[in-house]
């Protein structure tokens, strides 16, 4: 069974650092491109990042590049995101989700990040 | 970056309806159009991959179509649990998958 588990949300002072993990189970980790989705409250989705399987191709939205970088780790199965320099609007969902033949097929729970002083 | 534009922003409708969502992209995408439906307070879940195929164990009553631009959801029959959210995504540019802004299908 896929399985998808967010960890590492929480509350950071606006500036301040986060690093998000996504650790995944039930399918070859490195045969896959993964993703990174977000939803702030009450609003609609957003794609943040993506991916590919070997880690070597990172893709990031206007809006979080040079801020946010994404790397996998495939010997432990595990995905990162590492945030920093967070402001109040980067509170959100944050998804994993396992990229196949151009769509998002097996999501996560999310975690929540809060950024407030 | 390709803008995915969704409408209507919400709609009531029905037990029994047909419903149609649309989805308009700003260049052409050719098929590379994904459909989701999202419930409050849980993930996602895949509907519809390359604009018209069905993802395993989802209802036939929901079916996608468009190529190009302009893309539809079609949900023929609504029954109860299809009251949700829906976005449409883009995965023509390499993992960089950009949404909509959601429909929000309400209970009328």
């Known amino acids: 069974e896929v399985q998808l588990v967010e960890s590492g949300g929480g509350l950071v002072q606006p500036g301040g650092s986060l690093r998000l993990s996504c650790a995944a189970s039930g399918f070859t980790f490195s045969s896959y491109a993964m993703s990174w989705v977000r939803q702030a409250p009450g609003k609609g989705l957003v794609w943040v990042s993506g991916v590919g399987g070997s880690g070597a191709t990172t893709y990031y939205a206007d809006s979080v590049k040079g801020r946010f970088t994404i790397s996998r780790d495939n010997s432990k199965n595990t995905l990162h995101l590492q945030m920093n320099s967070l402001r109040a609007e980067d509170t959100a969902i944050y998804y994993c989700?396992?990229?196949?033949?151009?769509?998002?097929?097996?999501w996560g729970q999310g975690t929540l990040v809060t950024v407030s002083s | 970056d390709i803008q995915m534009t969704q409408s209507p922003s919400s709609l009531s409708a029905s037990v029994g309806d047909r419903v149609t969502i649309t989805c308009r992209a700003s260049q052409t995408i050719s098929s590379y159009l994904n459909w989701y439906q999202q419930k409050p307070g849980k993930a996602p879940k895949l509907l519809i991959y390359a604009a018209s195929s069905l993802q395993n164990g989802v209802p036939s009553r929901f079916s996608g179509s468009g190529s190009g631009t302009d893309f539809t959801l079609t949900i023929s029959s609504l029954q109860r649990e299809d009251f949700a959210t829906y976005y449409c995504?883009?995965?023509?540019?390499?993992?960089?998958?950009?949404f909509g802004q959601g429909t929000k299908l309400e209970i009328k």
């Open positions: 995504q883009q995965s023509y540019s390499t993992l960089v998958y950009t």
């Open positions: 989700a396992r990229v196949t033949n151009y769509h998002s097929d097996y």
